[in-house]
Structures are given as C-alpha cells and as structure tokens.
Nanobody, 119 residues
C-alpha cells in the first residue's frame, strides 16, 4: 500500500518560513506528478503547487514568488518551501502523488499537516 507522510507544518508568525516535506513509501513503480493542495476552514481544497517527474512546476497565483516546490526522485520526496507567509496561508496542507498502475493514473494522498500563520 502506497503511503504519503507529510512533515514540517506548525505555527509561525507572518513573514516567517516553513518547509514541508512529503515522503512516498511502499511504491514499486515510479511516481509521476507530485504536489500540494491546501484547505482552509470553510473553504474548498485548492492547488498550491505541483511538479512533474521532469521538474516542471506550476503554482497558484496566490503563492507565486513566495513558495517553491521541489522533489527528490531518488527518495520519492516532494518539498514545499514557504517564505513570506501570510495569515491567509493558514490551512491544512495535503501532498499527493500520481502513479500509473497498469492503464490507470492513481492519485495517492497524505493525511495533511497543519500550517498556522499568526498576524
């Protein structure tokens, strides 16, 4: 069973930084796209950033210039460096990983890590 485990969340003051990590374990096949979503209380889950196996990245407009996504394919790990954090970045952050299994593209999710930014 493929598992994703996030770490690095916490409480930080506005303007501060956090670095989230997500490790994919028990994966026999290579991982395709990886990324991060977030969900704030009372709001829908939204894409924060994603990265292809080749390293191409995509960011939500709200985090461009502040967040950086990267990955270590050898370690099946994706990172999210978050700088200049704002109170509106407060949310549960979920990592995901996509993998081809036979003819289907399967998405696996982590359990989420809380990020709280105080003003």
């Amino acid at each position: 069973q493929v598992q994703l485990v996030e770490s690095g969340g916490g409480l930080v003051q506005a303007g501060g930084s956090l670095n989230l990590s997500c490790v994919v374990s028990n994966s026999i096949f290579s991982i395709n796209d990886m990324g991060w979503y977030r969900q704030a209380p009372g709001k829908q889950r939204e894409l924060v950033a994603d990265i292809t196996e080749g390293g191409s990245t995509n960011y939500a407009d709200s985090v461009k210039g502040r967040f950086t996504i990267s990955r270590d394919n050898a370690k099946n790990t994706v990172f999210l460096q978050m700088n200049s954090l704002k109170p509106e970045d407060t949310a549960v952050y979920y990592c995901y990983a996509k993998q081809w299994r036979l003819a289907s593209l399967i998405t696996y999710w982590g359990q989420g890590t809380q990020v709280t930014v105080s003003s």
